[in-house]
């Protein structure tokens, strides 16, 4: 025995086929993301005899703490040319001399840290040597309380000097573009870069890992090369912006209790192709682009000391995976609420 075909599923049929042609033909502009979602909502308008839905601005991005709020004091450490000398056998005379030169106090952030990392390897290195034997009192008391104070600082130091490099604070910039779909191909190199610095934080007291300047700075480059972290955000609130629009247009349909409001056709399995429109697609990668960067961010932080208030304050609003006000469980949420009204329409029109 056969059944014809329900009236409805032909709707359902059309409705996705004209969906899925339109989109995946229509999506040329150079936010090719933003094309995406909004030729969806077009359509979607359209099937529900609806005016497309008023746009919005989503907003930009909360700006990144300013670099008084970032970084943690770190008093100077001021030792006399005597005392220095005296402590020549740890071979840290020639380290000061470059660091206090023209060039050593301009360097930047990163080499602040490698010249910091260096005096705190020496130091440790001589005070597990004979050399401590060979001084007096004084000075042997001096070269304690150094190590001592620098291993205090280190942390700090190498926090500074990630929280106030131009690459990664421009990370963070709010003079962007959101991501588009052809972008996230940068995102294993971003994701590399950031790998190696948190390496480099949890290997700072280690004396058998050798830290690389040239390999610091290379990474350090690559994250110069884009504000991936502000793309990514600005990409995450215009999608949640869209789908939240066309989620009130559903919304407002289903509210009005028609059986099945869809004026064109499509398949009698909604569920699955409408995860198969490029604007569906576009958001399952930005969401997996999002989780991906923000838990090696998240990881990266966590090597760290504690950040300034400042920061954590930044971190729990704009980079949390868990915090419902931040971009990505935002989006997730709206995700979540435009799939349960998409099953509504289904079973309404099934």
Not at 312 to 332: D, G, H, I, K, V
């Amino acid at each position: 025995m056969t059944h014809g075909t329900h009236p409805r599923a032909e709707t359902l049929r059309g409705f996705a086929l004209v969906l899925f042609l339109v989109l995946f033909t229509g999506c040329s502009d150079v936010n090719e993301g933003e094309a995406r979602l909004n030729d969806y909502q077009h359509e979607l308008a359209m099937a529900l005899d609806l005016p497309i839905p008023e746009r919005g601005e989503p907003g930009n991005i909360g700006a990144f703490p300013e670099r008084k709020e970032r970084l943690f004091p770190i008093p100077e450490t001021r030792e006399s040319l005597l005392n220095v000398y005296a402590l020549r056998e740890c071979r840290i005379t020639s380290l000061i001399a470059a660091r206090n030169n023209q060039l050593g106090r301009v360097a930047p952030p990163s080499q602040r840290w490698i010249y910091e990392l260096k005096l705190w390897r020496r130091l440790h290195a001589c005070s597990n040597s004979e050399v401590p034997n060979t001084l007096s009192e004084p000075h042997r008391e001096r070269l304690e309380r150094l190590i001592q104070t620098k291993t205090e600082q280190l942390p700090r130091v190498s926090w500074n000097s990630q929280f106030d490099s131009e690459e990664w604070v421009g990370s963070f910039s709010r003079a962007s573009s959101p991501l588009s779909p052809g972008e996230t191909q940068a995102l294993d190199a971003q994701l590399e870069a950031v790998a190696w610095l948190r390496e480099a934080t949890l290997n700072q007291f280690n004396p058998h890992w050798s830290p690389d300047s040239a390999t610091l700075e290379g990474h350090l480059g690559t994250l110069r090369n884009r504000p991936f972290t502000a793309e990514l955000l600005r990409a995450l609130l215009l999608a949640e912006q869209r789908l939240s629009e066309a989620n009130t247009l559903l919304n407002d349909t289903l509210a009005k209790g028609t059986s099945c409001p869809i004026q064109a056709t499509s398949s009698p399995d909604l569920a699955r192709e409408l995860s198969e429109l490029p604007a569906f697609d576009w958001l399952d990668r930005l969401e997996a682009a999002a989780e991906r960067w923000l838990q090696a961010v998240d990881a990266l932080f966590d090597s760290h000391v504690p950040p300034p208030d400042a920061v954590a304050a930044y971190r729990r609003r704009w980079l949390s995976l868990e915090n419902p006000e931040a971009p990505l469980p935002a989006l997730r949420r709206a995700r979540e609420e435009h799939r349960r009204q998409w099953q509504v329409l289904r079973d309404r029109c099934e």
